[in-house]
């Protein structure tokens, strides 16, 4: 398994922006699709966004298209999302995920293998 690290989180107001990191390590990174989580207090983990292995495919949850962005660099085994716009529905623990050998279209936590300890993200108004 891949063994991934997130970063990045922190406390911004609404409107703001941060960028989230996950750095990969262990395991041929181009191998794994990779996806973004969040799991707000009380609630269940939900998709945020994906990207394929060649970075081809992009999937979004509703709530991010438009203001997240998902990228991963192969070469320096690490994946980001970018995030603006942020308002307090978005505060949450945010999960790197990789998937070995997926498409990058799932949105199912239970596909994904490997995770991130996770990243806080607070936003306040």
């Known amino acids: 398994q891949v063994q991934l690290v997130d970063s990045g989180g922190g406390s911004v107001q609404a409107g703001g922006s941060l960028t989230l990191s996950c750095a990969a390590s262990?395991?041929?990174?181009?191998?794994?699709?990779v996806a973004w989580f969040r799991q707000a207090p009380g609630k269940e983990r939900t998709f945020v966004a994906s990207?394929?292995?060649?970075?081809?495919?992009?999937n979004y949850a509703d709530s991010a298209k438009g203001r997240f962005t998902i990228a991963r660099d192969n070469a320096k085994n690490s994946a980001w999302l970018q995030m603006n716009s942020l308002n307090p529905d978005d505060t949450a623990v945010y999960y790197c995920?990789?998937?070995?050998?997926?498409?990058?279209?799932?949105?199912?936590?239970?596909?994904?293998?490997?995770w991130g300890q996770g990243t806080l993200v607070t936003v306040s108004s």
């Open positions: 995920a990789a998937d070995l050998g997926g498409s990058g279209s799932s949105t199912n936590p239970g596909q994904y293998q490997s």
């Open positions: 990207i394929s292995r060649n970075s081809v495919y992009k």
């Open positions: 262990g395991r041929t990174f181009t191998n794994y699709a």
